[in-house]
Nanobody, 126 residues
Framework: QVQVVESGGGLVQAGGSLRLSCTAS????????MGWFRQAPGKEREGISC?????????YSADSVKGRFTISRDNAKKTLYLQMDNLKPEDTAMYYC??????????????????WGEGTQVTVSS
């Protein structure tokens, strides 16, 4: 049974930092493209940062987070990370980890067989 579990969300002031973690079990983690999506109230879920399987040498970042968020993976620990710096109020959203994505350097999207976590809330106060 595949389980994807996020942690690390919380409340932070604008300009602050948070690090999200995601552990994935029940799958061969190192063979999966992994990524972070977010959904704000009243908006669609969007892919913000994704990383290719294996060495992780191909990454995608949405323009809205480029230069502020850094994605990384530790295959030995089956864990995905998202370092979020210089947070802004508009980053407030539920953040979801996903396993099994379509990925290139210019786009990242889900597939019919993508595994999702239940999300972790990030709230940035002004």
């Amino acid at each position: 049974q595949v389980q994807v579990v996020e942690s690390g969300g919380g409340l932070v002031q604008a300009g602050g930092s948070l690090r999200l973690s995601c552990t994935a079990s029940g799958l061969s983690f190192e063979t999966y493209n992994m990524g972070w999506f977010r959904q704000a109230p009243g908006k669609e879920r969007e892919g913000i940062s994704c990383i290719i399987y294996g060495s992780g040498n191909t990454k995608y970042s949405a323009d809205s987070v480029k230069g502020r968020f850094t994605i990384s993976r530790d295959n030995a620990k089956k864990t995905l990370y998202l370092q979020m710096d210089n947070l802004k109020p508009e980053d407030t959203a539920m953040y979801y980890c996903a396993a099994g994505l379509q990925l290139s350097s210019t786009r990242c999207g889900s597939r019919g067989d993508t595994y999702w976590g239940e999300g972790t809330q990030v709230t940035v106060s002004s």
